[in-house]
């Protein structure tokens, strides 16, 4: 009978230490912060951007090489989320101001086709897009592993990234790419 109390003590504390080491604070199973600082970004600043080969919502291929010598925006968001919806404005003008040096990607997570397309249509985006969830499994997500929504990669002429994270529109603007909300 001692035997088995001292099996399941022993059992008892080889729980509780397991328990202690899976709950660690120290190692968080995703970002604690809002905007993950550069450490944990796998894609950065001054990296080649990983290319990709997909379908984009019209069925058509679309490989981010096919914008080099152009600045590109690939623009992580979905139909249903309010951030994106604010900056839709925002991508807009950028996208028809510079459309001669200037692309926007759009790179949706939607998974409700007949929504996206309507939405689409609605509201007359003409830029690129992918349904990436749908028509690639996942394929750009996958790679660029957006953290939150919207999230953006702006990559340079070279196919490299320059800027990324929430506030790009923010630092484009800040650069001197002034739009006007009004076209």
């Not at 394929?139 to 702006?154: E, F, K, N, T």
Request: proline share 7%; charged share 25%.
């Amino acid at each position: 009978m001692r035997w088995i109390m001292s099996l399941i003590a022993a059992a008892l504390v080889v729980v509780l230490i397991l328990i202690g080491l899976s709950d660690r604070p120290d190692r968080p199973d995703r970002p604690t912060s809002a905007e993950p600082d550069e450490t944990q970004w796998l894609i950065r600043t001054g990296m080649e951007a990983p290319g990709f080969g997909v379908v984009d919502a019209k069925g058509d291929s679309l490989r981010l090489g096919d914008f080099r010598g152009r600045y590109v925006l690939l623009d992580f968001w979905f139909t249903t989320c309010p951030p994106c919806l604010d900056e839709l404005p925002r991508i807009r003008a950028l996208q028809r101001k510079y459309a001669d040096r200037f692309v926007v990607v759009g790179i949706s997570i939607d998974r409700d086709r007949d929504r996206f397309s309507r939405f689409l249509q609605r509201e007359e985006i003409d830029w690129p897009q992918v349904l990436d969830v749908l028509d690639n499994a996942g394929a750009v997500q996958a790679i660029y592993q957006a953290p939150y929504y919207p999230s953006y990669w702006l990559v340079n002429p070279d196919g490299e990234i320059a800027l990324h994270g929430r506030h790009v529109l923010q630092r484009l603007e800040e650069a001197g790419l002034q739009y006007d909300y009004a076209r």
